[in-house]
């Protein structure tokens, strides 16, 4: 398994769990922890998973939605 961090600019409740239900549908992610305060999202998922597959679903919500989204360094 695989931790990857994302930068995310979620302002409330709403946002976490859009987030969440977003990369929750993703085959290979077996959790997604969001943290509202520190605005960041964590995701545990196969090695198969890629990062940049999980960036352009967060990047499609952000195009929607106005919020940032950047993988964490």
């Known amino acids: 398994m695989t931790e990857t961090r994302f930068d995310v600019g979620m302002t409330c409740g709403g946002c976490a769990s859009a987030v969440q239900r977003i990369l929750g549908k993703v085959d290979g992610v ?16 196969a090695d198969n998973v890629s990062k940049d597959d999980l960036l352009a679903k967060l990047q499609k919500w952000s195009a929607a939605s106005g919020k940032s989204v950047a993988l964490s360094s």
Request: hydrophobic letters at 45%.
């Open 30 to 45: 077996s959790d997604v922890q969001t943290n509202v305060e520190a605005k960041s999202v964590v995701v545990v998922h």
